[in-house]
């Protein structure tokens, strides 16, 4: 196992382990090696919740992984160190640019899954801080890692968007996680998940009404 090294390590394993933040005194570049590190961290966390996929299809994507780990990081950084920044906000917290694939959403969750709690503080620091904006529009492309806040997700083909077996299993199981009602809510998903809970749907998710088209 990887031992913290670097604040920008450092970040990634507290984060995975005790779900918390130190927040350092100033922004450092990552170094490719720092990068190299993060990928084979990553690669074995992924290889350990493939166990709940269920499928051996799906591989692990280093460059999805290390994007969302820098905005993970970044963006965390960035509530408190914000001297002379903004100018640089869509430098440290670019868009992705890859192919948008199972492997991509799931390699970029072991990161992004923490980014409604940053988005969370920056709210409660400054609700008009534009770096929200530009981690809203992030999720709104990798929504899965933001189950259960609201991104007002205009215009989604549900069917097409949860066509992969694997994807929809894990996309259904975070929203009952997650208690989710804004998706849970949307007929295509309510009704994939009522079938999913059959005669059990009072056990699994009680107050979840049952919606019709």
Not at 55 to 80: E, G, M, P, R, T
Not at 196 to 204: A, T
Request: hydrophobic share 40%.
């Amino acid at each position: 196992m990887l031992q913290p090294k670097s604040p920008f390590l450092d970040t990634l394993f507290l984060l995975r382990k005790e779900e918390c933040i130190t927040i350092f005194t100033s922004l450092q570049e990552i170094s490719q090696q720092e990068e190299k590190d993060a990928a084979d961290y990553f690669e074995t966390e992924f290889e350990k919740e493939r166990l709940d996929f269920l499928s051996d299809k799906i591989s692990f994507d280093s460059k999805s992984a290390v994007w969302a780990a820098k905005i993970l990081y970044y963006s965390a950084q960035l509530h408190l160190i914000r001297e002379n920044t903004e100018k640089d906000l869509h430098m440290l917290i670019p868009s992705f640019t890859g192919n948008r694939t199972i492997s991509t959403l799931l390699s970029a969750d072991l990161s992004l899954r923490f980014l409604p709690q940053v988005i969370s503080a920056l709210q409660n620091t400054d609700p008009e801080d534009p770096l929200i904006g530009i981690l809203e529009n992030i999720l709104k492309q990798f929504h899965y890692s933001a189950v259960g806040l609201d991104l007002h997700l205009s215009g989604m083909s549900w069917e097409e968007e949860l066509k992969d077996r694997t994807y929809r299993k894990l996309y259904l199981e975070r929203i009952v996680e997650r208690k989710a009602y804004s998706l849970a809510e949307i007929p295509y998903i309510n009704q994939l998940l009522i079938a999913e809970f059959g005669l059990y749907k009072d056990v699994f998710w009680k107050e979840l009404k049952i919606v019709s088209k």
